[in-house]
């Protein structure tokens, strides 16, 4: 297994876009060398009798979790299984991902190019209507969002929404923190990547994500029943952006103020956000030492 790929799928109860996320995968024009790791938190939308003709055509390897881990522990779940298989390479992506026929076969392209020297490479991330995926533009640095979306570049932030990663660097930087459990852990690890080799943006490489709408999540807009959600969100960012020390911090402190300023003149249910802002942001000590950073 030396030199094969092994896709790391998360999913947790949408059988319907995971059908169409292994239908593209086993369409990939590199699939030869391609094994399809589903990684299943647990569904109980009976995901597994959905994909059962894959699994009994030995088209992809099914495994499941045993509970709910979140997207992070998801993650952190299937990529240690895929180090400990010894597979050259990970292509991480969650279940809603559509890759084109073509996407894997630019990534393996552009490591031939970089002889293997690299951290990360990232795809360029369509929504479903072909339009660029807002919530997955990649970043530069913290300040500065991608806005030419056709050449090959340096970057440090991306998701993983089509993230490919030598095993060697993930023996090197270790694994996604499965504490996170949703939200910033693919930003908290692409940085964590970046901080020590280059990481490219590779543009041939495209994949569709059929996430439900095209903007990113914002608590200002979240309906009441998803409100609580969003501790996590603040939580995990206090924790990614307070590793980058006197910088991180400005920027964590801006972003706190933009939230607090949009809650003020935007959001409903006001008191309930601002209740789950607040004692997220102040869990960043006890988390950081759970983390042992």
């Known amino acids: 297994?030396?030199?094969?790929?092994?896709?790391?799928?998360?999913?947790?109860?949408?059988?319907?876009?995971?059908?169409?996320?292994?239908?593209?995968?086993?369409?990939?024009?590199?699939?030869?060398?391609?094994d399809i790791l589903v990684i299943d938190n647990a569904s109980t939308d009976s995901t597994k009798e959905s994909i059962q003709q894959y699994i009994n055509n030995k088209d992809i390897i099914y495994i499941n979790t045993g509970r709910?881990?979140?997207?992070?522990?998801?993650?952190?779940?299937?990529?240690?299984?895929?180090?400990?298989?010894?597979?050259?390479?990970?292509w991480i992506?969650?279940?809603?991902?559509?890759?084109?026929?073509?996407a894997l076969e630019a990534l393996i392209k552009e490591d031939k190019k970089l002889n293997g020297n690299y951290g990360f490479l990232s795809s360029k991330v369509l929504w479903k209507d072909?339009?660029?995926?807002?919530m997955n533009i990649q970043k530069k640095s913290k300040w500065r969002r991608l806005h030419n979306f056709e050449n090959i570049q340096n970057?440090?932030?991306?998701?993983?929404?089509?993230?490919?990663?030598?095993?060697?660097?993930?023996?090197?930087?270790?694994?996604?923190?499965?504490?996170?459990?949703?939200?910033?852990?693919d930003w908290e690890y692409s940085r964590r990547i970046s901080k020590q080799y280059q990481c490219k943006y590779v543009p041939t490489s495209v994949v569709n994500h059929f996430s439900s709408s095209n903007v990113g999540a914002d608590i200002v807009d979240a309906?009441?029943?998803?409100?609580?959600?969003?501790?996590?969100?603040?939580?995990?960012?206090?924790?990614?952006y307070r590793l980058d020390g006197l910088e991180g911090k400005v920027y964590l402190d801006l972003r706190t103020a933009k939230y607090i300023l949009k809650i003020l003149f935007k959001a409903k249910n006001k008191k309930q956000k601002f209740d789950v802002m607040f004692t997220a942001l102040k869990k960043e000590k006890v988390f950081i030492r759970i983390l042992n950073m």
């Open 1 to 34: 297994m030396n030199n094969k790929v092994a896709v790391v799928v998360v999913t947790y109860n949408r059988k319907k876009l995971l059908r169409k996320n292994i239908k593209a995968l086993l369409a990939q024009t590199y699939k030869n060398i391609l």
């Open 68 to 90: 709910n881990l979140g997207g992070a522990g998801g993650f952190n779940f299937g990529m240690r299984k895929a180090a400990e298989l010894d597979y050259k390479y990970m």
């Open 93 to 102: 992506m969650d279940d809603d991902t559509i890759p084109t026929p073509t």
């Open 130 to 134: 072909n339009s660029i995926c807002k």
């Open 155 to 185: 970057i440090q932030y991306a998701s993983f929404v089509s993230f490919f990663i030598p095993t060697k660097v993930v023996k090197k930087v270790g694994l996604p923190y499965k504490e996170f459990f949703i939200w910033s852990d």
């Open 223 to 240: 309906p009441v029943e998803r409100i609580n959600r969003f501790s996590y969100l603040f939580r995990n960012d206090v924790v990614l």
